[in-house]
């Protein structure tokens, strides 16, 4: 299997998740067309489907059928993009997978639809996309119930997973969106990269995490998340997701904005700690920690400001060192996948873990 392989298999999977997701029994439950539109806004924009691929791969790894999983594949994507739908409010982005932000979108459309002015519109915008997560997120766990109401999954393995995915992992994730927040408040030089990274895992690894333990425990048909197998593509699964928001911080610093959707250099004005950052401020010299230091978290930093700790972070030797230490991410999920039974998912396992860290949006 090849690069090509693996976009086309994941491309098929997108496909069975995004027919699901806008049957019409779904579509007629969001009104009035505000509502629907926010809901279904960024699985019309794009995205790459990665969560519930990793969710079917790791169902056919573990011997399971991929169809059966197709609820759980959808519901990880619609929790996913619950959150971004929130993310977006709190990193005050107005452009997500080339298209507007959802509390953007409503903005505008609050001022030409409906007549507000710019105080009111904003208002509505945030009101919108808050409400639109809320719906999302009763969406996912209504779509986990239907494993067992359409799929007739064991019931008792299907509560787990709501559990699991409406405690453990949305509190985590929320405390590293939490932590993240406080970061960029932070000097950078009292964070030690472990911070950073135990943060990172909380904001997207977990999700990762929780997709391939889904699929994993779907495929072998087990109530145990302690399995051998389940542990072992878990570990992988968790690893590759750091690997994942590693890479993703290097794109927000060297990618194309046409083919990331978004703007680079956003999270230099938002003030994100990463370890691009932090290891780039630990080689720097007074001068230059002072310019990173005035530039970094700065709203009213100008575009020539922006290239300019672009510059510094790249010759200061951030990018090249998270280059590094996302591939050693790989390298060790790699240990635990190789603990797996050889198949076709193995094989395509692995080739999302490599995509993890050579994609380019």
């Not at 953007?104 to 105080?119: D, P």
């Not at 310019?291 to 400001?305: C, F, N, Q, R, W």
């Not at 290239?307 to 996302?326: F, M």
């Amino acid at each position: 299997m090849g690069y090509e392989v693996f976009i086309s298999e994941l491309s098929k999977r997108k496909e069975k998740v995004y027919n699901y997701l806008h049957s019409s029994r779904f579509q007629e439950l969001f009104c009035p067309r505000h509502a629907y539109d926010s809901v279904y806004s960024y699985t019309k924009h794009g995205g790459k489907a990665l969560r519930p691929a990793v969710l079917l791969f790791s169902c056919g790894a573990a011997g399971g059928d991929e169809e059966m999983a197709i609820p759980a594949a959808a519901a990880v994507e619609v929790f996913h993009i619950w959150t971004m739908v929130h993310d977006d409010i709190i990193d005050r982005d107005i452009k997500r997978h080339g298209g507007l932000t959802v509390h953007e979108e409503f903005r505008r459309r609050a001022i030409s639809e409906l007549g507000y002015n710019e105080a009111d519109a904003r208002h509505y915008g945030l009101s919108i996309a808050m409400l639109a997560g809320d719906m999302q997120q009763g969406w996912a766990v209504s779509m986990l119930s239907e494993l067992a109401s359409h799929n007739h999954i064991d019931p008792h393995l299907v509560l787990y997973l709501i559990k699991d995915s409406e405690i453990y992992v949305q509190s985590t994730l929320i405390e590293g969106q939490i932590l993240d927040i406080q970061y960029s408040r932070t000097p950078v030089d009292s964070l030690s990269q472990d911070q950073i990274l135990d943060m990172l895992w909380k904001k997207t690894g977990v999700l990762y995490e929780f997709s391939s333990k889904a699929g994993a425990m779907l495929g072998l048909n087990t109530k145990d998340p302690e399995h051998w197998l389940v542990q072992a593509i878990v570990s992988f699964a968790g690893r590759c997701g750091v690997a994942f928001q590693l890479q993703d911080d290097i794109l927000g610093i060297v990618g194309d904005e046409k083919t990331l959707g978004k703007p680079v250099g956003s999270d230099i004005r938002e003030g994100k700690r990463t370890v691009i950052l932090c290891h780039a401020f630990k080689n720097a010299n007074n001068e230059q920690k002072d310019k990173l230091t005035k530039i970094v978290g700065s709203e009213m930093a100008t575009d020539e400001e922006i290239e300019q700790v672009k510059k510094s972070l790249k010759d200061l030797g951030g990018i090249d060192y998270a280059k590094e230490l996302a591939r050693s991410y790989i390298e060790d999920a790699l240990v635990y996948l190789n603990k797996i039974p050889q198949s076709k998912y193995r094989d395509l396992l692995y080739l999302w873990a490599e995509y993890m860290t050579e994609r380019e949006f």
